[in-house]
């Protein structure tokens, strides 16, 4: 497999998430994610909050607002724990909620640059579900166990760009497969090219490290994998 094809793959992504037609998608997705980031964050800080002062009123210590220094402090803490939390959570939350507009973007990406390839069929609605729900699934998976790593210096980092980095480009490459293929075909393809679908994962992976771009990797994913898919398909 010639490192240009995922070179390419992963330029031509990029570009594509600057492009008009997958603007809106983008913001869709984003504004999606961005609630329930929000949602998890409120409930999480006043739930460790709550927590904290519960403990300070049961052993009393005679320091004038002991109670309000403490829920303070548990303030800042459980922001502090629920920032890096988020950060290893946020792939499985992006993840489910992008499943929802990843056909769009194949399709988007498959008219810009591939015009005369027939268009990719969705898969029907129960299918696309399920299989975003299985994502989502493994996705949470393999983020707790590198949330559980984190007392692990340098192997959680390794651990989470290789395990997200092996999901993602197993996952979106056989999404975008299946778009032309049966699922024996797409299966066939991507055991074939799993070297160059793990690559273009780990590319993907390492955006989830960037703050804000980390909400549009399943959207650069989806459309890295289409690239690829064809490029592929052509022995390009």
Do not use: Q
């Not at 999901?167 to 056989?174: A, D, K, Q, T, V």
């Amino acid at each position: 497999m010639a490192a240009g094809v995922i070179v390419g793959s992963i330029r031509a992504a990029a570009g594509d998430l600057m492009r008009p037609a997958l603007r809106g998608v983008l913001l869709r997705s984003l504004g999606v994610t961005l609630a329930i980031v929000a949602v998890v964050w409120a409930i999480g800080t006043r739930l460790m909050t709550g927590w904290a002062g519960e403990v300070a009123g049961a052993h009393p210590v005679d320091v004038p607002h002991w109670l309000e220094a403490v829920r303070w402090v548990a303030g800042l803490l459980s922001g502090g724990a629920l920032m890096i939390g988020l950060s290893f959570l946020i792939a499985p939350i992006t993840t489910g909620v992008a499943g929802l507009f990843l056909d769009d973007v194949a399709a988007e990406v498959e008219a810009a640059h591939f015009p005369s390839d027939p268009p990719g069929r969705p898969l029907p609605l129960s299918e696309s579900l399920a299989e975003t729900a299985r994502f989502t699934a493994l996705s949470l998976g393999v983020n707790l166990v590198c949330l559980i790593l984190l007392v692990v210096p340098g192997i959680n980092l390794v651990a989470f760009l290789l395990g997200n980095g092996w999901l993602i480009g197993r996952e979106y490459f056989s999404l975008a497969a299946r778009r032309g293929l049966d699922r024996a075909a797409a299966e066939r393809l991507a055991r074939g090219h799993r070297a160059a679908a793990f690559t273009v994962g780990v590319a993907a992976a390492a955006l989830l490290w960037v703050p804000i771009l980390n909400l549009a990797t399943p959207l650069f994913a989806t459309a890295a994998a289409v690239h690829l898919v064809k490029r592929v398909g052509r022995g390009a």
